[in-house]
């Protein structure tokens, strides 16, 4: 029997049948006021009945002004609540978790979706074609923040979902406060990594205050910086976890492009960057490995290397059924990019190619 078929049980009780969750990936199938859509919890049904322990939604937008894309699914309003507990309903009859990921875009949140300028940390703007500069939040504009994340997390406990994981990678906003390059600061959200990452933290703890005990609370972090995102520190990083550990949190989804990667800061070491802060968590928080996970060995290895589950992204995307594929030590996923007729023969929408198309992902015939 393989690692990753085996149970696994939360520090708060709830358990899982298996190490295998579906990472949380954009796939722009919900409507445009943030209600899901059919396609959507398809997606999400069809990796449930596929064998997955658990899935992590796309990320949902926690204030009407933070989106980040077309046909994201929301939690900003009670509208959602019925849609959410579509999820949770359909996740429940496949044995598997639901898990919302929540976001606030930041200067990722573009004018042209939410007819207001974008906020951020502060007036930095980001490399990504079409950016606009971003406007410095002012200190209530970031208490409300947190509370619309906390009154999300609520929404997510209401429609009976299992728990709900920030986003703090892939530059929103919890990267953009913790980042050095966007966050230039001089009051308690920026200078130190303890004050660059109080959003993050505070965040944490509000919505502690308002779910039980029972309901996961997940934290999505960067490893360290990479050439997309820069201004992280691997060791800034390790300290972030340590106080994660101490806020209630349940498990810690560790975001980089390998799980294999090696720290650009300490190049002569062997160590890996998921061994290397693994090691820092405390109070039985779990910690999910995500990147480049393709075949069965791929979760094993990651397993072995102090991980507690594995997340699937792009393997899953043809391969809603991974979890029982991977058994089979001759299994190999589809490798990207794919034509538009093998992704239609595949089942993906025609949302979703589109989004794949701008992310490179497809290629002609």
Do not use: C
Request: proline share 4%; aromatic share 6%.
């Amino acid at each position: 029997m393989k690692t990753f078929q085996h149970g696994f049980q939360f520090n708060n009780g709830v358990e899982l049948k298996n190490r295998v969750l579906l990472a949380p990936l954009t796939n722009t199938q919900s409507h445009e006021d943030g209600t899901l859509g059919d396609d959507e919890l398809r997606w999400l049904e069809a990796h449930a009945k596929g064998g997955f322990g658990g899935v992590i939604t796309a990320a949902s937008h926690v204030q009407e002004t933070a989106k980040g894309y077309p046909g994201q699914l929301g939690s900003f309003s009670d509208i959602h609540i019925p849609g959410l507990r579509r999820i949770a309903e359909m996740a429940k009859q496949n044995a598997a978790l639901a898990i919302l990921q929540l976001i606030h875009g930041g200067r990722r949140s573009p004018s042209a979706l939410t007819g207001v300028q974008p906020t951020s940390a502060s007036a930095v703007e980001s490399s990504y074609p079409g950016s606009e500069t971003p406007r410095a939040l002012t200190e209530p504009e970031i208490e409300q923040i947190i509370a619309a994340f906390a009154a999300a997390a609520g929404r997510a406990h209401a429609a009976g979902m299992t728990g709900i994981e920030l986003h703090g990678a892939n530059g929103y906003l919890f990267t953009q406060f913790h980042s050095t390059e966007t966050n230039h600061r001089g009051d308690q959200w920026g200078g130190s990594n303890f004050n660059r990452t109080r959003l993050l933290r505070e965040t944490v703890a509000a919505i502690r205050k308002v779910v039980p005990a029972s309901f996961l609370v997940g934290v999505r972090v960067l490893a360290e910086h990479s050439a997309a995102e820069r201004g992280f520190d691997i060791d800034e990083s390790a300290e972030l976890i340590g106080w994660l550990s101490e806020l209630g949190t349940s498990y810690i989804h560790i975001a980089q492009p390998s799980f294999r990667a090696r720290s650009w800061k300490y190049p002569e070491s062997e160590e890996t960057n998921l061994h290397r802060l693994a090691k820092v968590v405390r109070n039985g928080v779990a910690v999910v490995a995500a990147g480049g996970i393709r075949v069965g060995q791929d979760a094993e290895d990651a397993l072995g290397a102090g991980a507690d589950l594995v997340a699937v992204g792009k393997a899953a995307i043809t391969t809603p059924d991974w979890p029982v594929k991977a058994l089979d030590d001759g299994f190999s996923p589809s490798q990207f990019p794919l034509t538009e007729a093998e992704l239609k023969a595949a089942g993906i929408t025609r949302e979703l190619i589109r989004y794949l198309r701008m992310i490179n992902l497809v290629k002609e015939a």
